[in-house]
């Protein structure tokens, strides 16, 4: 099976960096965790999450550990 594995450039994130993250969809949330475990890992701090589209009923921004803002809600 196909599987995307994140990976964060390891020069774009100093420590105390604060980073915005933007992402297309929240359908599954896995790769915008691991984004975000990928900045703080960097010494980084996720500021926020910009999403494109939003299907809030799956409510896959709450399992997100960063505040997420929607241009499209479903």
């Not at 980084?44 to 803002?69: I, N």
């Amino acid at each position: 099976p196909f599987c995307l594995q994140p990976k964060l450039e390891t020069t774009a994130v100093y420590r105390s960096s604060l980073v915005v993250i933007t992402y297309r969809n929240v359908f599954f949330v896995g790769t915008l965790q691991a984004a975000c475990h990928l900045v703080r890992e960097a010494g980084g701090e996720v500021l926020e999450c910009v999403l494109l589209v939003e299907l809030e009923d799956l409510k896959g921004k709450d399992k997100v550990p960063a505040p997420c803002h929607s241009l499209v809600k479903f």
